[in-house]
């Protein structure tokens, strides 16, 4: 990411300390089940911040029922934690979270400044609009490149469109924990490496844990620091070598080879 644009996204996100790798989120046994089927079982998980850690699977293995679970959209069994480590005590965790699929219905009248708006003003969209409030959707807009949408109805959005904006609200204010399941689909070319320069700066620089949900194994071999395997359960956890290189995955995905795979040092 160059400097100009390193600087801009220090400027629009609103204030959070920098990575400290102190701050640690737990998920203990987490158990999903759906009438008599178990989509998910006994779950375990460490995530500090300052990490981007990666969920793969086969579809079906129940990785954006994960996501769901940790977000409370949907009941389960198991405790979620977040703990500072320098005074062992629990704190509210707070998750900005960007779904794989958002519903819009054809001809809804919200725009994308109305939505926007919203999430950080309490002032009615129904009344004129303010032209500071304007601005600051417009900065927060700028991070992911979708201050040109501000205008236009949701309905209207293309699904690359939809995600910008939908990855611009998830880091404003910068969460503890950033949920994102499948977040680069319907992305074009320059969506998608504006996407990776963002979420890799945010995590180096600020104060949050990134779970990403992906089937870009080449991205999750190259730039995350942790992966997890998962397939009902966790086949596999650890840096992306040694998932990748790993009994587990090869059952999975089959023989892939990748030209750079992450062995964590980047962490």
Avoid: W
Wanted: charged share 25%.
């Amino acid at each position: 990411m160059s400097t100009h644009n390193s600087k801009k996204m220090m400027s629009i996100i609103k204030y959070k300390d920098k990575a400290c790798g102190l701050h640690c989120i737990k998920v203990n046994n987490l158990t999903v089940k759906l009438g008599t089927s178990t989509i998910l079982e006994d779950i375990n998980i460490h995530i500090h911040c300052g990490k981007m850690t990666a969920v793969i699977g086969q579809n079906g293995a129940g990785k954006s029922t994960f996501v769901k679970a940790l977000t409370g959209e949907i009941p389960h069994e198991g405790t979620i934690e977040f703990k500072d480590k320098r005074t062992n005590c629990d704190s509210k965790l707070s998750i900005g979270y960007v779904p794989q699929f958002l519903n819009v219905e054809k001809n809804t009248p919200v725009s994308v400044y109305d939505l926007a708006a919203a999430s950080i003003s309490r002032y009615p969209a129904f009344l004129p609009r303010k032209k500071a409030l304007r601005e600051e959707v417009k900065d927060m807009l700028s991070l992911f490149e979708a201050t040109d949408l501000i205008d236009k109805p949701l309905c209207d959005l293309s699904g690359g469109e939809l995600q910008r904006v939908m990855l611009s609200l998830s880091v404003n204010p910068v969460p503890n924990l950033l949920l994102l399941d499948e977040p680069i689909s319907g992305m074009d070319d320059n969506g998608t490496r504006l996407f990776y320069e963002n979420i890799n700066y945010l995590k180096n620089h600020y104060d949050l844990a990134v779970i990403l949900v992906s089937h870009d194994l080449e991205y999750v071999a190259k730039y995350a620091d942790s992966v997890i395997l998962l397939n009902k359960n966790v086949l596999k956890a650890g840096t992306p070598k040694e998932v990748f290189e790993s009994d587990e995955f090869k059952e999975v995905f089959g023989h892939i080879s990748f030209g750079e795979v992450s062995d964590g040092s980047n962490i």
